[in-house]
Every structure is written in C-alpha cells, then in structure tokens.
C-alpha cells in the first residue's frame, strides 16, 4: 500500500473534516473513499457494478501524489455486502509503479459471476492528445471471488484503439454485457478518443469495443461524430443499445446519444438529448430490468458541476421525464447502480465546495422519482 499522507504535516485537523487547500468535505455524506486515506492524496472516478453474488463493488482512482489527472495514479475497490451502508478495506487493484492507472469500467458475467476490470494508462507524465510517442494502453483484468483479488493486467491496446488515435480513454463508468436478444453475451465497453483533423489540431469523438468471447479478443466499433467525448452504454431494450456522450464543445448546453442495433458494431448519429443538461462532465446511464424500457441517468444538473441529478426514462432513453435530486452542493462523476428491485443507488464525486472532496454512495426508493420540474439552465 503506498505511504500514509499525513495531512495534519500541512497543520490541518482531521477532525475538523478540512482536505486541505480550500477542500470541504460533507459530513452528512456516506463516503467510501476519502482523501487521505491508505495513502492516497486524492479519490476521483468513480465505477460501481452489483456482482453476481449480490454484493456492490466500488472503484475509483487513487491519485498518490495530488488530485491532479496524470501522475502515480493505482486503481482501488471496495466491497459493500450490506446494500452500500457499510464498506470493506481498501483493495488494491492495479499499480503500474509511478505510471497513471484510470478510468476503471468494471462489468459482471451474469453467468459465472467473473468480474472484468477494463481500464487504460500512461506515462505518469503525459497528457491528453499525445503524439503517440507513449501512446494510451488498454487493459484488462478480473476477479473471480467476489472482487476480493485481482488477475494480473493483460494489454489488449492493438484490438481496442487504432494507431493513430492520440488521447484514448475508456469509460469512465461500467462496460455492460448485453441481456437480451441476438448479441446476448457480448461485453461492449464504452470509450473516447481523439484524432487529428484536417488543420492537424486534435478532436474528441466518442469510440467503443466489444468482445464476443468474455474479454480474449475484442473489435472496435464505429466512432461517433467530432465533440462527443466521455461516454456510458446501457442495454435500451432488446437488441438496441444506447451510448450517451459528454460534448467537449458543452454541446450547447446538452448531451448526445446515439443507439446500435447489431451490439455496438455500427451506430446511429449521436444527436442531441433535449432532457439532459450537459456540463461538460461524465455522466451514467443503466438499465433496469425490472421493467421494460426503464433506465436511469445521473450527471450535474446545473452549470460548474453543481447539484447532482438522477433521471429516469420510461421509453428506452428517448425521453427523461421523472428525476431525484442526489446532492445539492459541488459534484462530479458519477455512476448509477440497480441493488435490487425496490432501490437504485449512486456513487458519486461531491463535497461543499470540491468535487475531490470523496466518493460517496446514496441510495434511493424507486419511488421517490418525482415528476422533473424544466428548471431553467
């Protein structure tokens, strides 16, 4: 485990709830991963997936140095069998030595229960849009206990991202293995890229790959237009997906989403999603079985990453029409999880005034979705 920060060195109390450099973490939050903690300066990018065994798993990066996105960056877990109220020690899941671990997208084989940890890297020192000097890596990882230990990471980059993409990123949220129909089986991992235009300057488009055989090999589909960045998938309805896009250009102030009907091989154009508010900040989308055409999507719901929404759509994501406030202070990445048949739950980046300020968890009642009221952006 990396070396225990000490914040009070910085003459701050811990008990006082104070991150340090302005940071204010919520009191009133159930946080799973906390600044500070095990040796880590800084949580950020949340995943959550339930396992097969019933049991929430939660990821996140653990950035070693400062909150920063590239540097001494490890994937970490923790493991809630109590439905998110309580949660295990820290598990270490990936360290590649000084290099950036991120953007977990975890995905459960419904038939044996195995776990899949797709994620990507770096050079600690690099950025987004390299110049493939040191190009991004893709790689994939999994448990078969429960989540409590990890395989090694085995690179697949030659079969999820083309040569002479530049910044690649997969997620950030949960992968999906689809349900239903045809394509039954299939693990589709939503991802990001970005490539050169014809002045030479770097663009953003939204990417995925699948895999037909539980992560051996895997085939890239089609990209989505210039400006669709981060990305999430869910399962719409059988033998339709749907991907939802951050817009790196605010998208005017909304999201896009585009749907596939052969598993994420080829797609429609993404378009704009009038019910969903886009921030320029990761958002999730996932389906809930219980019903058909019922899904759930969080993100910030106000400009500056502020107040934290979860949606809910009836039609296969058409259409956003119910939603519950998650939390009303500073909040960033998200992802939505289905505990069980009565709850739907949300880990989620928040503080009073930070978004680095913890990983925290939420639950909620299906019936607590209220009618949304247009609020004005």
Request: glycine share 10%; aromatic share 10%.
């Amino acid at each position: 485990m990396k070396k225990f920060y000490i914040l009070t060195s910085l003459g701050i109390a811990l008990s006082s709830f104070a991150l340090g450099e302005g940071v204010i973490a919520d009191e009133n939050l159930n946080y799973v991963f906390k600044p500070g903690e095990d040796g880590y300066h800084t949580y950020r990018i949340p995943a959550i997936v339930k396992t097969k065994a019933g049991t929430l798993l939660a990821f996140a990066e653990g950035r070693v140095n400062n909150w920063g996105d590239h540097g001494d960056i490890d994937l970490v877990a923790k493991r809630s069998t109590d439905g998110g109220k309580t949660w295990s020690k820290l598990i270490l899941v990936r360290d590649d030595e000084k290099k950036t671990c991120g953007n977990p997208a975890p995905v459960v084989d419904t038939k044996t229960g195995t776990i899949y940890l797709i994620s990507c890297g770096s050079a600690g020192s690099e950025g987004e849009n390299m110049s493939g000097k040191k190009p991004r890596e893709v790689y994939i990882q999994q448990s078969t206990n429960d989540g409590k230990t990890w395989s090694k990471a085995r690179k697949i980059t030659t079969q999820a991202k083309k040569d002479d993409w530049g910044w690649f990123a997969t997620g950030p949220c949960n992968a999906i293995q689809i349900q239903e129909g045809k394509y039954k089986g299939r693990i589709v991992v939503p991802s990001n890229m970005s490539e050169k235009n014809e002045e030479g300057k770097p663009i953003y488009r939204g990417s995925c790959f699948y895999s037909d055989d539980l992560g051996k090999t895997w085939k890239i589909g089609e990209t989505a237009r210039d400006g669709c960045n981060e990305s999430t998938m869910a399962e719409a309805a059988p033998g339709v997906l749907v991907q939802n896009f951050r817009m790196q250009n605010h998208g005017n102030g909304r999201r896009t989403q585009r749907f596939s009907s052969d598993g994420g091989a080829t797609w429609t154009p993404a378009e704009r999603v009038e019910d969903l508010y886009c921030c320029v900040c990761q958002g999730s989308i996932v389906r809930d079985y219980s019903k058909p055409n019922l899904m759930y999507f969080s993100n910030p719901s106000k400009y500056g990453r502020n107040e934290l929404k979860l949606r809910a759509s009836q039609d296969g994501g058409k259409t956003w029409p119910l939603e519950i406030p998650v939390y009303d202070k500073r909040s960033g990445y998200s992802n939505v999880v289905v505990p069980d048949s009565a709850t739907v739950g949300v880990l989620f980046e928040g503080g009073v005034n930070n978004i680095a300020a913890g990983i925290a968890y939420k639950s909620f009642k299906k019936s607590e979705f209220v009618k949304r009221d247009d609020e004005k952006k």
